[in-house]
């Protein structure tokens, strides 16, 4: 798989990030530890080299499962982690790097991120000029190479630029889901940031396996995405579904590796890809080799506004 530059550093990463939210089973239902490790290790061996996790998933489990799946092959991959909004303080963050490098087993993290903006779900209010001075602390100790931030808005964003280099934002972004466009983006292309998305697939939406009357098991936090709770948005994402699955079949290929190649396709953008099992890793590693036509990425863009143009101004996808 080709490999594009991190921001202006000089990591290299791919085109498609295996996501490992789900590894930490908090919030998931049915993830076994065993078929997450098999799943990681068939999207590296399929070519997906750069690996998304944090602190907060499972707290540190899923970090810890990512070490047994590729510790044997460190030297190939990029790791990127997050340090989640109630430790941001600067003492914190060194913290819970150190917590992260031995979950990881490693002795150092290529990208290390702010999940949250501080404040986030009624954290403390930290200076943003306190955080980015702990960031690069680690940075000139060699124990994370570069920076980035995950759920910040353009401002946010501008703000932390002032104390130190940011090589990324981690938004999410997909086809049904795109206030990044409208918010960021422009500032990312100008300061050549790498935008990494997550939730790539609207949670699973944008593979088209989800019928119309589909209910989530207890527990399941996708219950509380606005794109499923929401009657009139969920009839939209059906409706799209079945103006998109022609395109798919022309291009022999899912929903889903229609969606990832879609969004690959805009500036500056790679897709986080979460696997429950290899036959999804290896379905999912294929959306990194379909080229679209300019004319199928215009129409694409088109269907997918059926839905967006309908959602209100607020960038958090959960009524949590």
């Given at each position: 798989?080709?490999?594009?530059?991190?921001?202006?550093?000089?990591?290299?990463?791919?085109?498609?990030?295996?996501?490992?939210?789900?590894?930490?089973?908090?919030?998931?239902?049915?993830?076994?530890?065993?078929?997450?490790?098999?799943?990681?290790?068939?999207?590296?061996?399929?070519?997906?080299?750069?690996?998304?996790?944090?602190?907060?998933?499972?707290?540190?489990?899923?970090?810890?499962?990512?070490?047994?799946?590729?510790?044997?092959?460190?030297?190939q991959v990029v790791y990127?982690?997050?340090?989640?909004?109630?430790?941001?303080?600067?003492?914190?963050?060194?913290?819970?790097?150190?917590?992260?490098?031995?979950?990881?087993?490693?002795?150092?993290?290529?990208?290390?991120?702010?999940?949250?903006?501080?404040?986030?779900?009624?954290?403390?209010?930290?200076?943003?000029?306190?955080?980015?001075?702990?960031?690069?602390?680690?940075?000139?100790?060699?124990?994370?190479?570069?920076?980035?931030?995950?759920?910040?808005?353009?401002?946010?964003?501008?703000?932390?630029?002032?104390?130190?280099?940011?090589?990324?934002?981690?938004?999410?972004?997909?086809?049904?889901?795109r206030k990044v466009e409208?918010?960021?983006?422009?500032?990312?292309?100008?300061?050549?940031?790498?935008?990494?998305?997550?939730?790539?697939?609207?949670?699973?939406?944008?593979?088209?396996?989800?019928?119309?009357?589909?209910?989530?098991?207890?527990?399941?936090?996708?219950?509380?995405?606005?794109?499923?709770?929401?009657?009139?948005?969920?009839?939209?994402?059906?409706?799209?579904?079945?103006?998109?699955?022609?395109?798919?079949?022309?291009?022999?290929?899912?929903?889903?590796?229609?969606?990832?190649?879609?969004?690959?396709?805009?500036?500056?953008?790679?897709?986080?890809?979460?696997?429950?099992?290899?036959?999804?890793?290896?379905?999912?590693?294929?959306?990194?080799?379909?080229?679209?036509?300019?004319?199928?990425?215009?129409?694409?863009?088109?269907?997918?506004?059926?839905?967006?143009?309908?959602?209100?101004?607020?960038?958090?996808?959960?009524?949590?």
């Open positions: 798989m080709e490999k594009r530059t991190l921001g202006q550093s000089d990591i290299l990463i791919t085109p498609l990030l295996i996501g490992t939210w789900q590894a930490g089973k908090r919030m998931w239902v049915g993830i076994e530890d065993a078929e997450t490790i098999k799943a990681i290790r068939a999207g590296f061996e399929a070519g997906i080299t750069t690996i998304d996790t944090a602190e907060v998933y499972g707290e540190g489990h899923s970090e810890q499962i990512v070490a047994q799946a590729l510790s044997d092959v460190r030297d990127a982690s997050k340090v989640f909004a109630n430790h941001l303080k600067y003492d914190q963050v060194i913290a819970a790097c150190e917590q992260s490098l031995k979950n990881l087993n490693t002795d150092y993290i290529d990208l290390y991120q702010i999940h949250w903006p501080s404040g986030s779900f009624n954290s403390e209010i930290v200076p943003i000029e306190e955080t980015m001075k702990a960031l690069n602390h680690l940075k000139e100790q060699g124990k994370i190479r570069g920076i980035g931030v995950s759920n910040f808005s353009r401002t946010q964003l501008e703000e932390a630029s002032q104390y130190g280099r940011i090589e990324s934002l981690q938004p999410p972004y997909s086809l049904f889901w409208q918010d960021a983006m422009s500032y990312c292309i100008e300061q050549k940031i790498s935008i990494l998305a997550y939730s790539p697939l609207a949670q699973g939406l944008l593979t088209g396996k989800f019928s119309p009357n589909h209910q989530f098991a207890e527990g399941d936090h996708r219950s509380k995405n606005k794109l499923f709770a929401n009657k009139d948005h969920y009839q939209r994402v059906q409706n799209a579904l079945e103006q998109l699955r022609p395109i798919a079949e022309r291009y022999q290929c899912t929903l889903g590796q229609l969606a990832i190649a879609w969004l690959i396709s805009q500036p500056q953008t790679h897709a986080i890809v979460g696997f429950r099992n290899a036959e999804q890793a290896e379905q999912n590693t294929h959306a990194g080799t379909i080229k679209i036509t300019p004319e199928d990425l215009a129409k694409i863009d088109k269907i997918g506004r059926t839905v967006t143009d309908h959602l209100d101004d607020n960038p958090v996808m959960w009524d949590f």
